[in-house]
């Protein structure tokens, strides 16, 4: 129904900024989609990061750092990150639902997911 696909991780030096994005097809998929960033570290639960919507939300260890955004031409959301720290390492996913009033920030609310892309931070 909804495939997303991200792209964009890679290994960086803390202190450095890197952006990720997420294509997002399908034969359901619209501009009225809420989408989201989560992230996961290994042995932690998935993370909220960023919602994109209104107003466009942000999880408290990236805000001030992390900044979302989405072009619904592109049906693509990216996720633009700077001053990264060694915290920041995750397997970082893409979500997306139908249409809602609020942007959920339990990874259980989201219908589809990405397959996610590895953000690696050394120190």
């Known amino acids: 129904q909804v495939q997303l696909v991200e792209s964009g991780g890679r290994l960086v030096q803390a202190g450095a900024s890197l952006t990720l994005s997420c294509a997002a097809s399908?034969?359901?998929?619209?501009?009225?989609?809420?989408m989201a960033w989560f992230r996961q570290a290994p042995g932690k639960g998935r993370e909220f990061v960023a919602g994109?919507?209104?107003?466009?939300t942000y999880g408290d260890s990236v805000k001030g750092r992390f900044t979302i955004s989405r072009d619904n031409d592109k049906n693509t959301l990216n996720l633009q990150m700077s001053s990264l720290k060694p915290e920041d390492t995750a397997v970082y996913y893409c979500?997306?639902?139908?249409?809602?009033?609020?942007?959920?920030?339990?990874?259980?609310?989201?219908?589809?997911w990405g397959q996610g892309t590895q953000v690696t931070v050394s120190s």
């Open positions: 979500a997306a639902s139908p249409p809602r009033l609020s942007i959920p920030r339990s990874p259980q609310l989201w219908n589809f």
């Open positions: 994109s919507g209104a107003p466009t």
């Open positions: 399908g034969r359901t998929f619209s501009s009225n989609y809420v």
